[in-house]
């Protein structure tokens, strides 16, 4: 399997720092699989000195996700209650943080837990962005996570995929990340929605 490939290579290599990229929610075995990923690494690189886990939050890039429903019908569904602030992280603020972990391993903690942060909004101001974006009044609209998995899965994202995302901002989980995210702290990253939104987001909803 890749698993013991991997853990082969590393371990014949003498590799004394791994960085794994996992996810918010990863403390919870009823979030994904990457609970039981974060559980193999800590048994099978148990002797290996540095391990750092790190967890991204909600990717700016989910958003990419709802430009079909905007041009559609002016909306964006996702399972969140408007006034809930979410977290959102930028693919680079997460690499940067990964970098920085394999050039500058961590000494105080053996696996070192590592939240990826951003950026922090709620539905309003998600809406604001995207109207400053593209000029289009857009909609948030909350739905249920049956409903939200039904939507990932009906553009083609794969289920397990889909599960993930759906989880990812269900309420029914909100607190516990929260939580853990204040227990163990966050990197904050440099980049910003509202930057996000006016240049990515609008050169991918143009073509």
């Not at 974006?133 to 994202?157: C, H, M």
Request: aromatic share 12%.
């Amino acid at each position: 399997s890749f698993w013991k490939i991997a853990f082969d290579a590393f371990l014949s290599a003498g590799v004394r720092n791994v960085v794994y990229l996992s996810s918010v929610g990863a403390f919870n075995p009823k979030i994904g699989f990457h609970y039981q990923n974060e559980q193999i690494l800590k048994r099978k690189l148990s002797g290996v000195p540095s391990v750092s886990l790190v967890r991204p939050t909600g990717f700016f890039t989910n958003f990419y996700h709802n430009i079909g429903t905007i041009k559609k019908d002016n909306a964006v569904y996702f399972n969140v209650e408007r006034e809930t602030v979410e977290s959102y992280v930028h693919p680079a603020d997460i690499a940067q943080a990964c970098a920085d972990l394999i050039l500058t391993p961590p000494t105080d903690e053996k696996f070192k837990m590592i939240y990826v942060e951003s950026d922090h909004a709620k539905a309003a101001d998600i809406e604001k962005m995207i109207h400053d974006a593209l000029n289009i009044d857009v909609k948030w609209v909350t739905v249920s996570d049956e409903a939200a998995l039904q939507g990932a899965t009906s553009i083609g994202l794969p289920k397990e995929n889909a599960e993930l995302l759906t989880n990812l901002y269900s309420k029914v989980y909100q607190g516990e990340m929260l939580d853990d995210i204040k227990k163990h702290g966050s990197v904050i990253g440099t980049h910003k929605l509202a930057d996000f939104f006016k240049t990515d987001f609008a050169a991918q909803f143009s073509k």
